[in-house]
């Protein structure tokens, strides 16, 4: 049986088990996609993978990595895709599959995985696909964003956080960003949020009720979890919005159901790849028209580029909190 190479999780641990070395070639099922890989993002997803605390878990070996832009190699007879096509899509891991995309080759589920146009190249592909479709998915799909509402947004300088400061901002919202360092800070600017708040030197909601008066939120868009969860909550309006979009923190809040009913609020959940199930031609369309946007820069996906060999530095600095925008390996 050929082979390919990989950064391979032999059992359930810290991402520092993590070890090149020669994984068996995969076999494509039903709806999904052989993909020769040139290029994979990072996400702090890929932590969870392989300590085993995602929300859905491969069995062992496994090669972690989420998102893929690539070579189509084999794909089902009536896909919409061809042998050839340049793709980006998101890989089978998310369902417990075991072949991400940490290398030469992947799975991806057929209805996650899109063409990509000629005038793009691999590396913005892959740092547009899960930050930008999410983003989109979680502000017009689910939270139904209207213009001059105000957005909060955690995390604002982390890839799927810049994602929903640009998104935000197109849809004429006033946006709020919230960073974990001065550095961080700074680089949000040139995004133009209308608030930017270091939470580590100011009062997140002392800050926010000081300028705008008590819980002035529409949408608070959270990937955090934890204490910042907590708070963003507080802020939200009458018939405010919630969105669900992680749990970096590792604190999963337990929701007071009494709050949401006194304070008419919703809560929304956000996970758009487990929607390729319900509705898979809309995230195809919006995920044309984020190419579209990125041709017409209108978006900004910032990402740095790392050689295949510095996956698992980088993954510990994306543990550390130490990175900005998206980190993009090349294979």
């Not at 993002?41 to 990595?65: C, E, H, I, K, R």
Request: charged share 25%; aromatic share 10%.
């Amino acid at each position: 049986m050929s082979k390919y190479k990989a950064w391979i999780q032999n059992e359930v641990g810290p991402f520092t088990n993590l070890k090149i070395g020669n994984m068996e070639m995969p076999s494509r099922g039903k709806n999904e996609v052989l993909i020769e890989t040139k290029a994979a993002t990072l996400n702090f997803a890929d932590l969870l993978l392989s300590s085993g605390m995602y929300q859905s878990n491969p069995q062992t070996p496994f090669v972690p990595g989420f998102e893929v832009a690539g070579i189509v190699k084999e794909c089902g007879e009536n896909s919409h895709l061809e042998v050839g096509d340049r793709v980006v899509g998101a890989c089978t891991v998310f369902r417990s599959g075991r072949y991400g995309s940490f290398g030469e080759f992947c799975i991806s589920s057929e209805n996650l995985t899109y063409k990509i146009p000629d005038e793009i190249g691999f590396e913005a592909a892959a740092g547009i696909l899960m930050a930008y479709l999410t983003s989109d998915f979680a502000l017009h799909r689910r939270a139904e964003i209207k213009e001059g509402e105000r957005v909060l947004v955690n995390a604002a300088a982390g890839g799927v956080g810049l994602a929903a400061v640009q998104l935000a901002k197109l849809a004429n919202a006033e946006v709020i960003a919230a960073v974990g360092s001065s550095e961080k800070a700074e680089f949000i600017k040139k995004y133009n949020p209308d608030l930017i708040i270091n939470y580590r030197e100011e009062n997140l909601k002392e800050t926010i009720e000081n300028k705008y008066g008590k819980r002035p939120i529409n949408i608070f868009y959270d990937q955090v979890g934890g204490d910042p969860y907590e708070e963003g909550l507080r802020l939200l309006s009458s018939e405010g919005r919630a969105l669900i979009v992680g749990f970096a923190s590792g604190n999963i809040p337990n929701q007071l159901l009494s709050y949401l009913l006194v304070k008419n609020i919703t809560i929304m959940g956000v996970f758009m790849i487990s929607f390729e199930d319900d509705d898979s031609a809309y995230l195809r369309s919006r995920m044309e028209s984020l190419f579209d946007l990125y041709l017409e820069k209108k978006i900004d996906p910032v990402y740095e580029i790392i050689p295949f060999e510095k996956i698992l530095d980088y993954l510990d600095l994306i543990g550390s909190r130490k990175t900005i925008g998206r980190i993009v390996a090349t294979i």
